[in-house]
């Protein structure tokens, strides 16, 4: 597509419920990340993806978050038993390789739970 | 650890000013990009200028201006000509290319509202 594209880009749910965020990057990038932005805060990073495998996942906040992406394009970022803490834009970014220093962002998922 | 720190929450302009926003980092390695994002009202993440660590030459694109003092870990970024459309949150991000990994690292990010 012409630019990363995310889904939902809203999300409601109640607290204790599983979501699922999808990410799809621009075609051809290899590199894909995700970043967490909480009210009046920066962006926190979540992981990265070279292709299918994360060679860093250090930003996951607990073993509730999970990620994955499939044929080295779409990416789906998953949380589990959902707290109001989690309340926060997902944003999700690709580039052409893990050095290459241009991000393009998509619109992000703004994550809502009550 | 690598850390960016922009202490300005807050910012306004007049149209047509000049505004500078502050950014500091503090890092040990020597090969890293230095970026100001701009982030406006649609959330998604526009790239403003970059900066290279190993260039002297403060990058400039149109009305925006960086001042990189390397020894200092200090990036500033300059509008000049401030337009409406500038309003948003502006971050400053860092990547490094001689860690292990290659995320970008960002501040906490200023609101910039230009005022007519």
């Known amino acids: 597509g012409a630019g990363v594209s995310q889904s939902p880009s809203n999300k409601v749910t109640e607290k204790g419920k599983d979501v699922e965020l999808r990410c799809d990057p621009i075609s051809g990038h290899t590199a894909l990340y995700w970043y967490r932005q909480s009210l009046g805060q920066g962006l926190e990073f979540l992981i990265y993806?070279?292709?299918?495998?994360?060679?860093?996942k250090s930003g996951l906040p607990s073993d509730r978050f999970s990620a994955e992406r499939t044929g080295g394009s779409v990416s789906t970022l998953t949380i589990q038993r959902t707290q109001q803490e989690d309340s926060a834009v997902y944003l999700c970014?690709?580039?052409?390789?893990?050095?290459?220093?241009?991000?393009?962002f998509g619109s992000g998922t703004q994550l809502s739970v009550l | 650890a690598q850390t960016v720190t922009q202490s300005q929450p807050e910012m306004s302009v007049q149209e047509a000013e000049t505004v500078t926003l502050s950014c500091t980092y503090d890092t040990s390695e020597n090969n890293y990009y230095l970026f100001w994002y701009k982030q406006p009202p649609s959330r998604q993440m526009i790239l403003v200028i970059r900066q290279e660590a190993y260039k002297q030459q403060n990058a400039t694109e149109n009305r925006f201006s960086v001042n990189f003092q390397k020894a200092a870990k200090s990036f500033s970024l300059k509008i000049s000509d401030s337009q409406l459309g500038d309003t948003a949150m502006y971050f400053c991000?860092?990547?490094?290319?001689?860690?292990?990994?290659?995320?970008?690292?960002f501040g906490t990010g200023t609101l910039l509202a230009v005022q007519p």
């Open positions: 970014a690709s580039s052409w390789t893990v050095r290459n220093e241009k991000l393009f």
């Open positions: 991000a860092f990547v490094s290319y001689g860690g292990a990994t290659n995320k970008l690292i």
């Open positions: 993806f070279q292709g299918n495998s994360a060679p860093d």
